[in-house]
């Protein structure tokens, strides 16, 4: 029996990153929307990446992420193809898009890797989209958010339980939140970014049956905004020496410079410094349970064929 045509795509989409050292100032041109970028923002730049090894495993882990997906929606029945494309840096959005109008495509579900919304961040993947989609009849369903999907929640659950048997027993430990810091402005406007958050932190911390907890905001831009805070380095300060801090990114699924970075190199040494025992939770990556998330994230957007 011939197999039946796929007429869905389920487009994953995520940040982006340099593959390699000598790509970093043309990815952070494109990150500033074609200005060219200060010799000392370039350095600063590849300082980082070389504390991580000289690249992020993004790329490779969005792109595993895909693959799983699509391995579980076709294992359920549900005909679809799954493909990724980046908002900076190859392979971009654009690019992804392109692949999918070699099919007889009819439908496109669009999530982009980070389950809580703001217009300044979600809202230009969708504009991308949209562009990349401009003179064509595929209909778009673009999921705004998917922060409140119990599988999400349960996924994150797991890895807090995981972590927290690398603490020593019966110690208290000091649970802190992290997500992306937008600038503060985004309060005023509305935008539903750090409600959000705070949801995802109680519902993860009921089902670790966790009564104390804390959020805090990491890797803020450089401009002249103020940004949301607490920063984690200024949380990590008000806290007394020799405290245990296990520190979940609720805002993030991946592994990538923020996490391996951010939390991994300047978060742990400011820690080190001040006396306090930092871990923090693995990201999501490939876990079966995220998958699982995923699959029940965009099936019902999904027409099976």
Known sequence: MASRPVKTAVLLMAYGTPRSEH??????????????????EVEDLKKRYREIGGRSPLLEITAAQASRLEAALNSKGISA?????MRHWHPHITEAVTEILKLEIRKIVALV???????????????TLENSLANSQIEIQFIDNWHNNSLLNYAFKEKVVEALKRFPKNVKTEILF?????PERIVKDGEPYPM?????????ASLVNIETWSLAYQ??????????????????RRLPKHTNVLVVPIGFVSDHLEILYDIDVQAQAFARS?????????SLNTSPTFINALVDVVSSRITSI
């Open 219 to 236: 890797s803020a831009g450089h401009t002249g905004d103020k940004w949301l805070e607490p920063d984690i380095l200024e949380a990590l």
């Open 178 to 182: 992290t997500a992306h810091s937008l």
């Open 113 to 127: 890797l980070a389950p809580h919304y703001s217009e300044m961040s979600i809202g230009e993947y969708k504009i």
């Open 81 to 85: 193809r799954v493909y990724f494309g």
């Open 196 to 204: 959000q958050l705070l949801e995802s932190c109680k519902a993860v």
């Open 23 to 40: 790509e970093i100032e043309p990815y952070l041109t494109d990150i500033k929307r074609g200005r060219k970028p200060t010799e000392i």
């Open 274 to 282: 001040h006396g306090i025992n930092l871990l923090r939770t693995e």
